[in-house]
């Protein structure tokens, strides 16, 4: 079983920055891709963006609404996944989770590909 705990999140203006953090509870043996999704009051769960950790070049991929403006890395020596959200809009507004799959557990970009997830950290983008 993994655990993930989201860091990081807050209250901004719009065209702030915040980054959130992810942290495992085990190493990336048990998993081969953490993704952060969010999710509006309202609206379904939408990915983000996601990242290899077990592979060397740690691939990505983002969500068309995101690019340009978030970066996902990751510190497979810290079990530790970043989302730097730069240029934040008020439709960034969500909370944002971070999800483990298992290895060649589906969809990158898809939910149910997903099989550990955090609590979620609130982000909060002003007008």
């Known amino acids: 079983q993994v655990q993930l705990v989201e860091y990081g999140g807050g209250s901004v203006q719009a065209g702030g920055s915040l980054r959130l953090s992810c942290v495992a509870s085990r190493d990336t043996l048990d998993y081969d891709c953490v993704a952060w999704f969010r999710q509006a009051p309202g609206k379904e769960r939408e990915a983000v963006a996601s990242i290899y950790t077990r592979a060397r070049d740690g691939n990505t991929l983002y969500a068309d609404s995101v690019k340009g403006r978030f970066t996902i890395s990751r510190d497979n020596a810290k079990n530790t996944v970043y989302l730097q959200m730069n240029s934040l809009k008020p439709e960034d507004t969500a909370m944002y989770y971070c999800?483990?799959?298992?290895?060649?557990?589906?969809?990158?970009?898809?939910?149910?590909?997903?099989?550990?997830w955090g609590r979620g950290t609130q982000v909060t983008v002003s007008s």
């Open positions: 999800a483990a799959r298992l290895p060649n557990g589906g969809r990158l970009l898809s939910p149910s590909a997903y099989a550990y």
